[in-house]
């Protein structure tokens, strides 16, 4: 530490070259209200008239300084590593905000997330974070969540929540051991937290990691064993439809966390199960996995029987685990669920009659009123009205020519790619309907939706209730159509 006048002198007695940091900085006394000067540097008393003054962490500083300064207390060759260490790990620090000028915001952004990823288990301030980005609290908030997803909190706490289901996949797990780990003293409020983005309680999470359960089928039937408290060690996954690195749906990737994906667009060959000698294997009948001897022939392989709703896989399930009393009170809650969507919906299903459609390559699929489990929660239990010339069940493909001879007042089009929406768009025919010139086309970003287990399908009834409450359906309907600003409004 260097006082005015203070004259040094450094000798280098080697051939290397000697590296000299230093810090410069300057004590400014402030009364209180001082501070309040909004942000305007010409009438900041921080303001150097050469030089404006760098910002740094105020909390990451000081916590470096005072590592640092009981660093320089001890007196041992482990010490002085850790001074060294320290030292460099401040210059870093304060040299952070002088490249984020440099830096487009995405760049700044992600600096943020590695920090995070770095010390997610110690106590990081969130106000430091925009300081950190050189960027305003509102802006960089808008950009993180632009860039993930999430809000900085939900992914700090994501991160958390990843390495915890880490440390009690090990035998020895203890829950205070894995709070303390993840940067939680409070072993309580670690449970709130887990059961709270989770679903489920860690020491449910602990118990279930002994029960060895592979899934086998086209659907997610791991949504309904992540609802009872299960974590299967195989399940399948649509690595070509799902960005996700597993394959599974972003609201099950990271539940599913140490659960090994099985290609679901291809045939599961039964060696890739066998050899993680599962206690039980739920299989369901698919084109790519038929029923055949090796499955059959497997004591373990216990074989759920198809049906057209969610309530019945999950009731077949839990019979098999043992969890009827649990899968009741899901099944119980949904419904509590899908009552409070149909009032929040009202405004959605007096706007006239529906027609659900999904668009393929070179085909349309016109979905009926029955026996298909997305069209028996948007008919029956939120009460849409369906047009009623359509009188068939599950869906009918090719049915382009059927959709124009309907002319419906208004089409909900589900999990469909922009290149065939597009390619319809083009369509004088298409463009002629009802429902185009009066903006009731309805395209929001389905590609995960999922009724067909709990999880997923409360995920999609959330998500159904964000993009109709956007919408408006009022007559004073935005200029763009619906169907072509729907994917950002979701």
Known sequence: MLE????????????????????????????????????????????????????????????????????????????????????????????????TNKQTVNESVQQTIAYMEEKFAKAIQMSDLPIMAGMTPSSYCRAFKKMTGLTPGHYLTRLRM??????????????????????????????????????????????????????????????????????????????????????????????????????????????????????????????????????????????????????????????????????????????????????????ATKHGKWVIIRLLPNNCRLYGIKDHTFTELFYRRLQFKNDERITHSVYIDHALEQLFDLDPENILIIWSEETEVNELAGNERWQNLRAVKENRVYYPDSREWDPWGPIGREYMIRAMTRYFAKTGLTSSAMDQPDWQRSRSMV
Not at 55 to 67: G, K, P, R
Request: charged share 25%.
């Open 4 to 99: 005015p006048a203070m004259k040094i002198q450094i000798m280098n007695d080697s051939d290397n070259l000697i590296r000299i940091h230093l810090i410069h900085y300057k004590c400014v006394r402030l009364a209180t209200n001082e501070l309040n000067f909004a942000g305007d540097p010409d009438h900041s008393p921080l303001y150097d008239e050469e030089q404006l003054v760098r910002y740094a962490s105020a909390a990451v500083t000081e916590t470096l300084v005072i590592q640092l300064h009981q660093a320089f207390k001890e007196q041992s060759m482990l010490s002085h590593i850790k001074k060294q260490q320290l030292f460099c790990e401040l210059l870093l620090h304060m040299h952070v905000p002088l490249k």
């Open 162 to 347: 990843m390495r915890a289901k880490e440390l009690m996949s090990e035998p020895s797990a203890a829950l205070r051991d894995v709070a303390t780990s993840i940067g939680y003293q409070d072993e309580l409020y670690f449970s709130r937290v887990f059961k709270k983005t989770e679903g489920i309680s860690p020491s449910v999470y602990l118990k279930r990691r002994d029960r060895k359960i592979a899934v086998v089928s086209s659907y997610f039937l791991q949504d309904h064993l992540l609802a009872l408290g299960i974590l299967p060690i195989a399940a399948p996954s649509y690595p070509k439809y799902f960005t996700t690195p597993s394959g599974f749906p972003t609201y099950l990737h990271d539940r599913l966390s140490g659960t090994i994906p099985l290609n679901a667009e291809r045939t599961i060959m039964t060696s890739d199960v066998m050899r993680l000698s599962p206690d039980m294997i739920l299989k369901t009948e698919f084109q790519k996995n038929p029923n055949d001897q090796l499955w059959n022939a497997n004591k373990n392989t216990i074989f759920i029987d198809p049906s057209t709703t969610w309530e019945h896989y999950l009731r077949s399930i839990a019979v098999r685990v043992q969890k009827e009393r649990e899968a009741e009170r899901i099944i119980r809650q949904m419904t509590l669920l899908e009552q409070e969507t149909r009032k929040k919906l009202s405004h």
